[in-house]
Protein backbone atom coordinates (compact mmCIF):
# COMPACT_ATOMS: atom_id res chain seq x y z
CA UNK A 1 0.00 0.00 0.00
CA UNK A 2 1.47 3.61 -0.56
CA UNK A 3 2.42 5.30 2.09
CA UNK A 4 1.93 8.60 0.38
CA UNK A 5 -1.98 7.98 0.32
CA UNK A 6 -3.77 9.61 3.60
CA UNK A 7 -7.56 9.36 4.12
CA UNK A 8 -9.33 12.14 5.43
CA UNK A 9 -10.49 11.49 9.15
CA UNK A 10 -13.89 11.32 10.62
CA UNK A 11 -14.89 14.03 12.83
CA UNK A 12 -18.05 14.35 15.47
CA UNK A 13 -18.90 16.48 17.60
CA UNK A 14 -22.15 16.34 20.14
CA UNK A 15 -22.85 18.16 23.28
CA UNK A 16 -24.91 16.43 26.25
CA UNK A 17 -26.46 17.77 28.81
CA UNK A 18 -24.81 15.89 31.82
CA UNK A 19 -20.86 16.31 33.52
CA UNK A 20 -17.80 15.13 32.11
CA UNK A 21 -18.19 12.38 34.22
CA UNK A 22 -21.08 10.83 33.51
CA UNK A 23 -20.48 11.55 30.09
CA UNK A 24 -17.74 9.18 30.27
CA UNK A 25 -19.46 6.62 32.29
CA UNK A 26 -22.34 5.95 30.45
CA UNK A 27 -20.03 6.12 27.12
CA UNK A 28 -18.17 3.25 28.65
CA UNK A 29 -19.68 1.00 31.06
CA UNK A 30 -22.89 1.52 29.85
CA UNK A 31 -22.17 1.47 25.93
CA UNK A 32 -25.01 -1.75 25.83
CA UNK A 33 -27.93 1.18 27.00
CA UNK A 34 -27.24 3.65 24.33
CA UNK A 35 -25.29 1.29 21.35
CA UNK A 36 -27.47 0.49 18.47
CA UNK A 37 -26.12 -3.32 18.26
CA UNK A 38 -28.81 -4.44 15.77
CA UNK A 39 -27.12 -2.37 12.84
CA UNK A 40 -23.40 -1.84 14.34
CA UNK A 41 -22.39 -5.03 15.80
CA UNK A 42 -20.12 -8.02 14.76
CA UNK A 43 -23.38 -10.73 15.53
CA UNK A 44 -26.23 -8.28 15.69
CA UNK A 45 -27.97 -9.87 18.92
CA UNK A 46 -25.62 -8.43 22.03
CA UNK A 47 -26.28 -9.21 25.48
CA UNK A 48 -23.62 -6.63 26.44
CA UNK A 49 -21.12 -4.69 25.33
CA UNK A 50 -17.86 -4.51 28.05
CA UNK A 51 -15.03 -1.96 27.95
CA UNK A 52 -12.44 -2.99 29.48
CA UNK A 53 -11.02 0.32 31.97
CA UNK A 54 -6.94 -0.09 31.44
CA UNK A 55 -4.53 0.53 28.84
CA UNK A 56 -4.43 -3.02 27.11
CA UNK A 57 -7.42 -3.69 27.46
CA UNK A 58 -10.00 -4.73 25.36
CA UNK A 59 -13.49 -3.65 23.80
CA UNK A 60 -16.10 -6.70 23.24
CA UNK A 61 -19.42 -8.02 22.34
CA UNK A 62 -21.24 -10.50 24.02
CA UNK A 63 -24.09 -12.08 21.86
CA UNK A 64 -26.96 -13.55 22.76
CA UNK A 65 -25.12 -16.75 22.11
CA UNK A 66 -22.62 -15.96 24.33
CA UNK A 67 -20.23 -15.79 21.55
CA UNK A 68 -17.45 -12.66 21.66
CA UNK A 69 -17.17 -10.24 19.06
CA UNK A 70 -13.54 -7.64 19.97
CA UNK A 71 -13.94 -4.11 18.33
CA UNK A 72 -11.07 -2.45 20.31
CA UNK A 73 -7.86 -2.37 22.70
CA UNK A 74 -7.31 0.39 24.41
CA UNK A 75 -4.07 2.07 24.07
CA UNK A 76 -5.14 4.88 26.66
CA UNK A 77 -7.97 5.07 29.27
CA UNK A 78 -8.19 8.78 31.17
CA UNK A 79 -11.23 9.05 32.94
CA UNK A 80 -12.77 11.06 32.54
CA UNK A 81 -11.72 12.85 29.99
CA UNK A 82 -9.86 10.93 26.93
CA UNK A 83 -9.93 7.43 25.91
CA UNK A 84 -7.99 6.03 22.65
CA UNK A 85 -8.88 3.18 21.43
CA UNK A 86 -7.16 0.73 18.66
CA UNK A 87 -10.18 0.04 16.64
CA UNK A 88 -10.31 -3.20 14.47
CA UNK A 89 -12.78 -2.74 12.00
CA UNK A 90 -12.78 -6.21 10.10
CA UNK A 91 -11.54 -7.96 12.72
CA UNK A 92 -7.79 -8.19 11.86
CA UNK A 93 -5.60 -7.17 14.16
CA UNK A 94 -3.34 -5.65 11.12
CA UNK A 95 -6.40 -3.29 10.31
CA UNK A 96 -6.77 -1.30 12.86
CA UNK A 97 -7.81 2.17 13.18
CA UNK A 98 -7.64 4.98 15.88
CA UNK A 99 -10.58 5.95 17.53
CA UNK A 100 -9.93 8.58 20.37
CA UNK A 101 -13.04 10.31 22.39
CA UNK A 102 -12.31 13.33 24.26
CA UNK A 103 -14.98 14.60 26.97
CA UNK A 104 -14.88 18.23 27.96
CA UNK A 105 -16.48 20.22 29.94
CA UNK A 106 -19.07 22.76 27.94
CA UNK A 107 -21.13 25.73 29.42
CA UNK A 108 -24.44 23.43 28.67
CA UNK A 109 -22.25 20.20 29.95
CA UNK A 110 -20.25 18.28 27.97
CA UNK A 111 -18.54 18.27 24.75
CA UNK A 112 -17.99 14.76 23.31
CA UNK A 113 -15.45 14.85 20.92
CA UNK A 114 -14.58 11.67 18.64
CA UNK A 115 -12.14 11.04 15.94
CA UNK A 116 -11.83 8.14 14.04
CA UNK A 117 -8.30 8.15 12.44
CA UNK A 118 -5.69 5.65 10.99
CA UNK A 119 -7.56 4.36 7.39
CA UNK A 120 -4.97 3.83 5.55
CA UNK A 121 -4.04 1.34 7.85
CA UNK A 122 -7.40 -1.05 6.16
CA UNK A 123 -6.20 -2.76 3.25
CA UNK A 124 -8.05 -2.06 0.10
CA UNK A 125 -11.22 -1.32 1.51
CA UNK A 126 -9.92 2.06 3.84
CA UNK A 127 -11.92 4.52 1.60
CA UNK A 128 -14.60 2.47 1.34
CA UNK A 129 -15.48 2.00 5.64
CA UNK A 130 -14.33 5.11 5.81
CA UNK A 131 -17.45 6.72 4.15
CA UNK A 132 -19.96 3.68 5.73
CA UNK A 133 -18.06 4.79 9.55
CA UNK A 134 -18.73 8.61 8.78
CA UNK A 135 -22.51 8.48 8.80
CA UNK A 136 -21.98 4.92 10.86
CA UNK A 137 -20.90 7.55 13.85
CA UNK A 138 -23.86 10.22 13.16
CA UNK A 139 -26.32 7.28 14.31
CA UNK A 140 -24.58 5.73 17.23
CA UNK A 141 -23.63 9.01 18.44
CA UNK A 142 -27.31 10.00 17.82
CA UNK A 143 -28.34 7.28 20.27
CA UNK A 144 -26.04 7.96 22.93
CA UNK A 145 -27.24 11.97 22.99
CA UNK A 146 -30.45 10.27 23.22
CA UNK A 147 -29.32 8.15 26.43
CA UNK A 148 -27.90 11.16 28.04
Known sequence: MSESLVIEVVRKTVTVDCTVEEAFRVFTSEATSWWPSQSHSIHGSVSEIVFEPRAGGRVYEVAESGAHGQW????????????????NILERAGDATEVEVRFL?????????????????????GAAKRENYDSGWDVVLGRYVDRL
Request: net charge negative.
Open 105 to 125: PDEVGTLVQLEHRGWENVELE
Open 72 to 87: ATVLEWQPPHRLLLAW
